[in-house]
Every structure is written in C-alpha cells, then in structure tokens.
C-alpha cells in the first residue's frame, strides 16, 4: 500500500516517545495506565482522574488525548490481609489531518496482598475493547499527482473505508510491589514509602487492520517505580518516579521529582485537617522533552499541569514546543480526614 503523507510525519514523530500506545507526561497521575496492578491502591476508598494532553501544535495537527478513570476496593476489611481492586478506563486519541483516533475502554482488576503492615503486593490484569478511525475524505495519495501538482480528482487505487469496528481482546498483565512506613493502609504523604512494578502490555498482540492490509500491535514492556521521602520535622517531602516503556523498535525512559510542600491547621473537632499542599517538579522524557510541572491539593482534589518542552530533533520544527497536559484527581473520603475508617491520603 502507498504511504498515506498526512500520517507519515505524525509517524515519525510518534516513534521517538513510544509509539502506538497512549502515553502521558503525568504518568504518576494515570496508574491505571501505567500498571493494572495499582487499580485500587490509593489512599481513600474512591478515585476518579480526567486527563487532557495536547502535543504538537506547531508541528501539524495536534494529537489530542482525552481519558477518564475511576477506581475503587472490595473486600477491603482491615481484619483481612486481602482486598481487590476494581476499576475502569476510557481514554480517546485523535491526531493529525486526517484525525486519526483511537478510542479505547477497559476494566482493571487487581488482587491486593498485606504482606504485613508496611508491604502490599498487588497483581492485576487489564481487558478491553478498542477502535480505529480515519477521515478518509482528507487523505492524500501519491497516485493523485499529476507530475506537476496534487490533483484530487484522480483516484488513489485505494480502498476507501480505513475505520474499524470494535475490536475486543486487548490483555495487560502486572505486579506491583507497595512499601510504607505508615500505618494508614497503602500510602501516605507523609514517612517513607516506595511502589515498584512491572507490566507486560498487549498479551494478545491485536491485529491492526487498514483497507487490504494487516499488521499485528507490538507488545510492550514497562517497569515503573515511585517513592515519597519526607523530610524530618519539616512540611516537605520529595516524590521521585520513573517510567520505563520498550514497544518493539521503540523505547522511553521518563524520571524526575516531584517537590511536595503542605500547610494548614488541624481541627480537633471536625476531625479534619484544613490542609492543602503546593508541589512543583521536573522530570524528562531522555532525549526527548524536559517536563516542569506544578500542582495543588485540596481536601479531595488535586490539579495538575504539565508541559513540554521539546529537545529533540524536532525542535527546528517544534520551536521547542511539546505539549501541554490538564490532570483534575478526586479521591473520597477526604483524604486529609482523621475520621475512623479512613484508608489514607494521596498517592
């Protein structure tokens, strides 16, 4: 098949930060992306996240990825070392001229393990249903060049439908390795603790299918990690994170820190602590864009914004523009509650 152009420079710069797959800056914000294993390990017994990214605006078309996520525990009795996560996800990803789009939904579930009171081990899986789009009317082909001009008039001896049904069957599988020093259940913003995991995305290799031709998705291997470090008698922590991803030829590697600062008062009659927290950071997709960021908390809610800015050789195109990205996470209880029952706070 003749190479569709529209898609080809939006190709090439997809293969440079991992192709084929959603991915997102803020992965410490998306756990249900990043690893099937982290469904269900939160502080709180309810977790909802939206997330927006827009990436390459002065290149071409710009990617626009949409996605929600919501996650919950059952079985979450504290006489009992067992608990399980359930959760699902719907993420959407349009790009290009031609708006190329991926629209993806799957549910998580994850066998959460009390080693004792400072170790979880969680292992999850991932199924969903997923399609492909394209705007057929935008593409250009080689075969519509008349030796001096693109005439579209011409037929492009090609088929003319490249959208696809609805495809089921997509599997990822992980394990997740959970340490707290605290005594709330899983995380804390506050003593030490560190979560380590590994992914094996795509188990079933779904084929990918445009007019007469197929090919199969690359599988892809991740191996994640995070750590939350207080420091001693101070209002501050530090929350370093890494993320690992290789996809058949194409691999990234993204790490940095987060700076957390909370501040507030306590309440010793509602039970709740009129805290939030300011965090700010740095992190880097290596050799591809350096990634500030700045945040808030407040009680349930914590915003996000990340940007991009672009390193490689794109920039002659890019000016160094990347993309920018919108996270808006919800937890309940507030996870700030001193309150019986309450599991915790933000990861």
Same mark, same amino acid.
């Given at each position: 098949?003749?190479?569709?152009?529209?898609?080809?420079?939006?190709?090439?710069?997809?293969?440079?930060?991992?192709?084929?797959?959603?991915?997102? $800056?803020?992965?410490? +914000?998306?756990?249900?992306?990043?690893?099937?294993?982290?469904?269900?390990?939160?502080?709180?017994?309810?977790?909802?996240?939206? #997330?927006?990214? =827009?990436?390459?605006?002065?290149?071409?078309?710009?990617?626009?990825?949409?996605?929600?996520?919501?996650?919950?525990?059952?079985?979450?009795?504290? $006489?009992?070392?067992?608990?399980?996560?359930?959760?699902?996800?719907?993420?959407?990803?349009?790009?290009?001229? %031609?708006?190329?789009?991926?629209? +993806?939904?799957?549910?998580?579930?994850?066998?959460?393990?009390?080693?004792?009171?400072?170790?979880?081990?969680?292992?999850?899986?991932?199924?969903?249903?997923?399609?492909?789009?394209? =705007?057929?009317?935008?593409?250009?082909?080689?075969?519509?060049? +008349?030796?001096?001009?693109?005439?579209?008039?011409?037929?492009?001896?090609?088929?003319?439908?490249?959208?696809?049904?609805?495809?089921?069957?997509?599997?990822?599988?992980?394990?997740?390795?959970?340490?707290?020093?605290?005594?709330?259940?899983?995380?804390?913003?506050?003593?030490?603790?560190?979560?380590?995991?590994?992914?094996?995305?795509?188990?079933?290799?779904?084929?990918?299918?445009?007019?007469?031709?197929?090919?199969?998705?690359?599988?892809?291997?991740?191996?994640?990690?995070?750590? +939350?470090?207080?420091?001693?008698?101070?209002?501050?922590?530090?929350?370093?994170?890494?993320?690992?991803?290789?996809?058949?030829?194409?691999?990234?590697?993204?790490?940095?820190?987060?700076?957390?600062?909370?501040?507030?008062?306590?309440?010793?009659?509602?039970?709740?602590?009129?805290?939030?927290?300011?965090?700010?950071? #740095?992190? %880097?997709?290596?050799?591809?864009?350096?990634?500030?960021?700045?945040?808030?908390?407040? %009680?349930?809610?914590?915003?996000?914004?990340?940007?991009?800015?672009?390193?490689?050789?794109?920039?002659?195109?890019?000016?160094?523009?990347?993309?920018?990205?919108?996270?808006?996470?919800?937890?309940?209880? =507030?996870?700030?509650?001193?309150?019986?029952?309450?599991?915790?706070?933000?990861?």
């Amino acid at each position: 098949m003749k190479k569709i152009y529209t898609i080809v420079l939006l190709s090439l710069i997809t293969l440079s930060i991992s192709a084929q797959d959603f991915h997102f $800056s803020q992965f410490y +914000n998306t756990p249900l992306i990043v690893n099937p294993a982290l469904t269900g390990v939160f502080g709180g017994d309810q977790r909802a996240m939206l #997330i927006y990214r =827009n990436q390459w605006a002065t290149v071409a078309s710009p990617y626009k990825t949409y996605g929600f996520s919501f996650d919950t525990r059952l079985l979450d009795n504290r $006489s009992s070392n067992f608990s399980l996560g359930t959760g699902l996800g719907v993420y959407k990803d349009v790009a290009g001229d %031609t708006d190329y789009g991926i629209t +993806n939904a799957v549910i998580s579930l994850s066998g959460i393990l009390a080693i004792n009171k400072k170790q979880h081990f969680t292992i999850g899986a991932q199924g969903g249903i997923e399609q492909r789009t394209l =705007n057929n009317p935008d593409l250009i082909w080689d075969e519509q060049y +008349n030796g001096s001009g693109y005439d579209p008039s011409l037929s492009s001896q090609e088929s003319t439908n490249y959208n696809q049904g609805l495809k089921a069957g997509d599997v990822n599988v992980g394990l997740a390795w959970i340490y707290s020093e605290s005594q709330r259940r899983i995380v804390s913003n506050k003593d030490f603790s560190v979560k380590l995991g590994a992914v094996y995305h795509h188990l079933t290799k779904q084929e990918l299918s445009y007019g007469d031709e197929a090919d199969n998705l690359y599988s892809k291997l991740s191996f994640h990690g995070e750590s +939350n470090i207080s420091v001693s008698n101070s209002n501050v922590s530090f929350k370093p994170s890494f993320l690992y991803q290789k996809q058949g030829p194409s691999q990234e590697l993204l790490l940095g820190t987060l700076i957390r600062y909370s501040f507030g008062f306590d309440s010793k009659y509602t039970g709740i602590m009129k805290q939030t927290a300011l965090f700010i950071g #740095i992190h %880097t997709r290596v050799g591809d864009a350096i990634i500030p960021s700045v945040g808030y908390e407040i %009680t349930n809610w914590k915003i996000s914004f990340s940007y991009d800015a672009n390193i490689s050789k794109l920039v002659s195109a890019s000016n160094s523009v990347g993309g920018f990205e919108l996270t808006l996470i919800f937890v309940n209880p =507030n996870p700030f509650s001193y309150g019986k029952g309450n599991s915790g706070r933000f990861n």
